[in-house]
């Protein structure tokens, strides 16, 4: 898998380095707890960040009184620290607060080996809050998380590996190692996609009542996820059965110039939502009707040669389905520009 170096990883190094200062600025001991705690709270969007602060505020702050306590009572015993945890972990799974186990942990265990010394207990809390707030410091103000312009960017660098793939399909021209490669990379990306779909989704139900234009970005955005899926199922579909369906060159053809069509109009609705093109009708109309007439096309000759055609016919429904999906994602971009325009 490959490693690229991001924003995050040079936050989350950046928030350690001010956790460590701070704690020793502070006359704290044992700042590398500080250290930990920045580790684990740099989250990948501000909405994500704020409620993680918020709640390791309240999971902490339970964490450290039910350690004072269990130290004050049962000493730092192992045993009574790990019932301690125990009990953390079942409170913060009963809370919904799954995220915040790791650090409020920590501070358990910290706050625990204290032995009821609460000087020595607040210490160690104050430390888990110093890390919290230092990396919620940094994710705000260093390079703060912008989940829909990287979402724009990743998904036009998506739809030219997708392009690439597709055109050179039918043709057999990519070299099949290339080609298996190329796709795995293109399926991590995709997924890499839905992830920051998920958090564009998260920000906009939660931070704040979501605008019109809001609500149709995302609506765009889902469709344009799920138009490049069914590429990917496309090129699944020939991958797995057009070359082990018998086929005459006439056949081929059809099918590498109906993928380049498909591919094409892909192009052409990209550029209209960077405002490059125009709305065209026409093309739109002329393009469904292609699509339509390709399947029909398949279909009939499916039922009159059944031998040999049903690989074919699955890799033309999927193709069809791509092309269905396109013209589902045109409308949007018709919308937006006309919308743009008024």
């Not at 607060?97 to 790791?102: E, L, S």
């Not at 020595?120 to 104050?126: K, S």
């Amino acid at each position: 898998m490959e490693v690229t170096f991001g924003a995050r990883m040079l936050k989350t190094g950046v928030a350690v380095t001010l956790a460590l200062y701070a704690g020793t600025l502070l006359g704290l001991s044992s700042p590398v707890i500080a250290a930990i705690a920045a580790i684990f709270a740099m989250q990948p969007t501000i909405y994500r960040s704020w409620r993680y602060l918020i709640d390791q505020l309240q999971t902490n702050t339970l964490g450290a009184v039910l350690a004072m306590l269990g130290g004050m009572v049962f000493s730092n015993e192992p045993i009574a620290v790990g019932l301690v945890c125990i009990i953390v972990i079942m409170i913060c799974l009963q809370l919904k607060m799954v995220d915040t186990i790791g650090i409020t942990l920590v501070t358990v265990v910290s706050v625990m080996e204290a032995s009821g010394q609460w000087e020595f207990a607040l210490n160690r809390f104050l430390l888990s809050l110093i890390g919290i707030f230092s990396a919620f410091i940094i994710n705000i103000v260093l390079f703060p998380p912008k989940p829909k312009v990287q979402f724009e960017q990743q998904i036009r660098q998506t739809f030219d590996q997708l392009s690439l793939l597709l055109r050179t399909a039918i043709s057999d021209e990519i070299k099949e190692a290339v080609f298996r490669s190329d796709k795995r990379k293109l399926e991590d990306t995709i997924t890499q996609l839905a992830d920051k779909y998920k958090l564009m989704e998260e920000d906009q139900k939660k931070i704040k009542a979501p605008k019109f234009s809001d609500h149709r970005q995302l609506v765009v955005y889902k469709q344009m996820l799920r138009t490049l899926r069914q590429g990917v199922e496309v090129l699944n579909a020939v991958e797995q059965h057009y070359f082990q369906a018998a086929r005459t060159p006439e056949l081929n053809q059809e099918f590498d110039e109906h993928l380049e069509k498909l591919t094409k109009f892909h192009e052409h609705v990209m550029l209209k939502f960077d405002d490059k093109l125009k709305p065209s009708y026409s093309e739109s109309m002329q393009f469904e009707t292609e699509n339509d007439e390709f399947l029909r096309r398949m279909l009939d000759q499916y039922a009159t040669e059944r031998t040999g055609v049903l690989r074919l016919s699955i890799v033309s429904a999927e193709m069809y389905e791509y092309g269905h999906q396109l013209e589902r994602l045109n409308r949007l971009a018709d919308h937006s520009t006309a919308a743009t325009d008024e």
